[in-house]
């Protein structure tokens, strides 16, 4: 049932990789995404013991692998990671009043735990595009010019 919801990897691999506009455009959009999935799960996985937790957990998953397969890139899921760890670093300090959003407990260590687990799990998988910026993927024979004048 999860390989015809996710797709196989061949299927995956075979989807087409969408325009640099739409990607540069998803990632500013992503990296905010996950900013609002950090703030919010930080949250809910306070108020609902057992059960805000796999929210959070599930919000968080679902914006990293959403990101992968929406730009067919490891940055589609490393960006939104970005922005959800920058988020969590800023309610992790303690405010002079003595107030924190993430107290020292088991579900929030559970939380950043799983949620940085799924952020790296995610940038990991394979992709449609080659691994590094504008490297054509693996497979695909490079074009060379001839230089000769």
């Keep these: ?47 609902w013991a057992p059960v805000g937790v796999l929210l959070a957990f599930g919000a968080t998953g679902g914006l990293f692998y959403g990101g992968l397969r929406l730009t067919g890139t490891k940055l589609g899921a490393g960006i939104p990671l970005a922005g959800w760890f920058a988020v969590l670093l800023v309610m992790m300090a303690p405010r002079p009043e003595g107030d924190f959003v993430l107290a020292a407990g088991v579900t929030s260590y559970l939380y950043l735990f799983a949620g940085a687990v799924a952020g790296v799990v995610c940038a990991t998988l394979p992709t449609r595009s080659g691994p590094g910026f504008g490297a054509p993927p693996a497979g695909r024979p490079r074009t060379v010019k001839d230089a000769r004048p």
């Design 1 to 47: 049932m999860l390989q015809r919801l996710l797709g196989s990897r061949a299927q995956r691999l075979a989807e087409p990789l969408p325009s640099r506009e739409v990607r540069i455009t998803a990632y500013v959009v992503l990296f905010f995404l996950g900013a609002a999935v950090s703030l919010c799960g930080a949250f809910v996985q306070a108020l």
